[in-house]
């Protein structure tokens, strides 16, 4: 009892994994993955948890095959009573029917078997129900299913079909003779074989002449396929009498099929066969989910490490701008101009130091007007820069993504949304630089707080030596020329030379290292919310780290529990 509850145990654990494989990229292997999946799922809830958990439930035979081929006639005449109605029009859309003997109600008549099936008694089942029929005419232990056409051109109609095959104990599948050879009969065929399921073939309205010739082909065809065990019954085309096919062609299918339910040996056979086939089959079913999850992790990294590029590039592009002068140009410069006053600064460097600070403080508490000139250019051009980086990380993550497997379904149309900066971006950037530049200004002020000789000019001049320690964060003189090195670089070294006189060589390093790394966290903070909308999407779709493992797992797991009850 112990080992036996240890196996649909792990089975359920495997099924709770299939249903939850990640498939939500748009990769190629994603439908097939997608479809075996629900095929395994449907299986596992249909048929082999209720089949493990009752093993001496009634025999579910399931009646299948083509269009046409007199699926409910050869039910109804097998039982001698009209239980199900033949379809006149093709395509017929209707819910299957199962038909039981009255003492085998209860197995059926709950969720045990097809638990997403409705019952219905009294009258035809609705869409996604099942007609539950009682007869005298079936013994107890043997229940069929008249099921919807395998190559119905409905494809719900299909779909129903294939669960119904997969649900089954037996397949009796029925053809005719004008289409046994036909494709899509024979890759259900092929799936029967594949999964050990037991099978037994009608063959039906086969002109008398012919009989022996088409029943060899098939026979031929059936051994080929390596179902050479599958029982073939061979109905003779002829009239119906009253609506049933002749005694003397139905009798042999009945006959067996009451054979296998008065037997239990040879019914339990059955059941271990198509029970035994199932779950062998569950290896390589699964494991084409898996791939499909790998598949699914393989492009999930690709999709990510194209958005990672695009925005490593912009986090480069701006700390390669504010390390080589860049910024030191157009409106910068010239607001730097009128904020040093070039000729003053430059004979004031002819003094000493103290001479020096008494002009510097003159100059400090006299300029308030170009200091916030000088603080609101280098604003804008920081607002500039750390704009074009990002929506060039945004463009470049776009067209990335529309190339590679899973990125066009991800963007799903929001191309015009997300090539460029989100909406909140240009506050959250002039946010973020007018809070560095604050943060520059209260390193001035916390440097100077502990220089009382210097607290005096520092509550004069704390906009204009924060100004100059802006200045001094882009101070590299690369990437300028002629006139821009001489004003630029020479004017940046007057102010830092004034800062040196203020607050010492190396404090004034500090102060600029430690405002340049304020200004690094704050533009990559940006950059990772930028980034964080592809990520989103990502996240969203994507198989969490080692779904595919766990899989593999849980597969493993019931390979080791079939072989503790085998």
């Not at 089942?125 to 051109?153: K, N, R």
């Not at 569950?282 to 790998?294: F, P, Q, S």
């Not at 989103?536 to 797991?557: C, H, I, N, S």
Request: hydrophobic content about 50%; glycine content about 10%; aromatic content about 4%.
């Amino acid at each position: 009892m112990t080992s036996r509850a240890t196996l649909p145990d792990a089975l359920q654990l495997l099924r709770n994994q299939v249903a939850a494989a990640p498939l939500g990229l748009d990769t190629s292997g994603r439908d097939t993955a997608a479809r075996t999946a629900h095929a395994v799922v449907d299986q596992v809830d249909d048929y082999l948890l209720p089949r493990l958990r009752d093993l001496d439930a009634p025999l579910l035979t399931v009646v299948g095959g083509s269009t046409g081929a007199g699926k409910s006639t050869l039910v109804n005449s097998v039982l001698q009573a009209r239980v199900t109605t033949p379809g006149v029009l093709r395509p017929t859309t209707r819910a299957p029917v199962l038909v039981c003997a009255p003492a085998d109600r209860a197995a059926f008549a709950g969720d045990r078997v097809l638990p997403g099936l409705t019952r219905t008694t009294g009258g035809e089942a609705g869409p996604g129900g099942l007609q539950l029929v009682t007869h005298e005419g079936l013994p107890p232990g043997l229940a069929l299913i008249d099921a919807p056409d395998v190559d119905s051109v409905v494809e719900a109609n299909r779909d129903l079909a294939g669960q119904l095959l997969a649900a089954a104990d037996l397949w009796v599948f029925v053809t005719t003779a004008a289409r046994y050879a036909d494709a899509v009969p024979w890759d259900l065929l092929r799936t029967a074989q594949e999964r050990g399921t037991a099978l037994a073939v009608v063959l039906d309205r086969v002109p008398p002449e012919a009989v022996g010739e088409v029943a060899d082909d098939l026979a031929g065809m059936l051994q080929r396929a390596r179902l050479s065990g599958a029982r073939l019954f061979v109905i003779e085309e002829r009239p119906l009498v009253d609506g049933f096919l002749p005694e003397d062609q139905v009798a042999p299918l009945r006959d067996w099929l009451h054979g296998l339910a008065a037997d239990a040996e040879q019914r339990a056979a059955v059941v271990r066969q198509t029970l035994a086939g199932a779950l062998e089959s569950l290896g390589d079913r699964v494991e084409v989910v898996v791939a499909g999850v790998e598949e699914q992790a393989t492009a999930a990294e690709a999709l990510d490490a194209a958005a990672d590029a695009a925005y490593a590039r912009a986090r480069a592009a701006i700390d390669e701008a504010v390390g080589n002068g860049s910024l030191l140009r157009g409106e910068v410069l010239s607001r730097w101009q009128e904020f040093v006053g070039t000729g003053e600064w430059m004979r004031s460097l002819q003094g000493q130091v103290g001479r020096l600070r008494d002009r510097v403080t003159a100059a400090f508490t006299g300029r308030a007007t170009p200091a916030a000139d000088l603080a609101g250019a280098l604003e804008s051009g920081v607002e500039l820069l750390l704009r074009a980086e990002a929506d060039r990380a945004a463009e470049t993550t776009v067209t990335s993504w529309r190339t590679l497997p899973g990125g066009i379904a991800l963007l799903d149309g929001r191309e015009i949304e997300l090539d460029g900066v989100s909406p909140s971006f240009a506050g959250a950037s002039a946010d973020e630089v007018r809070a560095w530049q604050g943060h520059v200004l209260d390193l001035v002020r916390s440097e100077g707080a502990g220089k009382r000789s210097r607290a005096r000019l520092l509550s004069w001049g704390v906009n204009g030596a924060g100004a100059v320690v802006m200045v001094a964060v882009f101070a590299s003189t690369a990437g300028l020329s002629g006139a821009e090195v001489v004003v630029a670089g020479g004017t940046t070294a007057i102010g830092q030379r004034v800062l040196e006189a203020v607050f010492g060589d190396a404090a004034v390093r500090e102060l600029a290292a430690r405002a340049r790394a304020d200004l690094d966290a704050r533009a990559a903070r940006l950059l990772n919310a930028e980034q964080g909308r592809f990520d989103a999407l990502l996240d969203d779709a994507a198989p969490q780290p080692g779904a595919a493992a766990e899989l593999r797992a849980a597969l493993a797991a019931l390979t080791d529990a079939r072989r503790a009850v085998a």
